[in-house]
């Protein structure tokens, strides 16, 4: 069975760039997660959906983070414009269910220059 | 006070020993307790998860639910060089507008001696 899928793996940018990370949950999940990580402050929940609908985005840091998901099957989240501090590994998580457990792809290692 | 606490470690234990983990929460309405292991530059990965109060046991792994004394625990037996990781503790409360929280602890990091 085909796992919480992200991408790109890696991406190096320059600051002010627009940045657009992408997740594919598993099939049949109603609930998505973006989650950040950094050394100094772990594994930080930014936005979750639940069938598609955001129900919590107050771990989004600034305006500047947005998160989208149009269909059951794709979420964005866009940092415009980037900032060196952005940098960090983003991961997006997926559950059949509120109390169930996560199940989290790759994530994506975010350098911001 | 931090929502959900673990000792960062490292904890260091040899060979065939059992390993114990902890982890304290704050919220007394937290309802789903979960258990990840994170190996360096991989994604966590669920050890395991535990609703009631209790033991929950699963292979060399156990769950300790204490909602009393708002701890949650996991102990390793046999320990084994593989299982030298991040070890995250994970939380889920309902929350007062009717959302919930999902809060991880910045993990203990378990060193296991061959």
């Known amino acids: 069975d085909a796992g919480v899928i992200q991408s790109p793996r890696h991406e190096v940018t320059e600051m002010g760039q627009e940045v657009t990370l992408r997740c594919k949950p598993i099939?049949?999940?109603?609930?998505l997660f973006w989650y950040r990580q950094t050394m100094m402050r772990g594994l930080e929940l930014l936005i979750y959906?639940?069938?598609?609908?955001?129900?919590?985005d107050s771990g989004m840091p600034e305006d500047r983070f947005s998160a989208k998901m149009p269909n059951a099957s794709f979420s964005t989240l866009k940092i415009q414009p980037s900032e060196p501090r952005d940098s960090a590994v983003y991961f997006c998580?997926?559950?059949?269910?509120?109390?169930?457990?996560?199940?989290f792809g790759d994530g994506t290692r975010l350098s911001i220059l | 006070q931090k929502e959900v606490e673990q000792n960062s470690g490292p904890l260091s234990v040899p060979e065939g020993a059992i390993a114990s983990l902890n982890c304290t929460y704050s919220?007394?309405?937290?309802?789903?307790f979960f258990w990840y292991r994170q190996y360096s530059g991989k994604s966590p990965e669920l050890i395991m998860f535990i609703y009631s109060n209790g033991d929950k046991e699963d292979g060399r792994f156990t769950a300790q639910l204490n909602k009393a004394s708002q701890y949650v625990s996991l102990l390793i037996r046999d320990s084994q060089p593989s299982d030298s990781a991040t070890y995250l503790c994970?939380?889920?409360?309902?929350?007062?507008?009717?959302?919930?929280?999902?809060?991880f602890g910045t993990g203990t990091r378990l060193k296991v001696l061959a």
């Open positions: 959906f639940n069938n598609n609908v955001p129900i919590d």
């Open positions: 998580a997926s559950s059949f269910g509120r109390n169930q457990p996560q199940h």
């Open positions: 099939s049949g999940h109603d609930y």
């Open positions: 994970a939380v889920n409360n309902p929350s007062t507008s009717g959302t919930y929280k999902y809060i």
């Open positions: 919220d007394r309405g937290s309802q789903s």
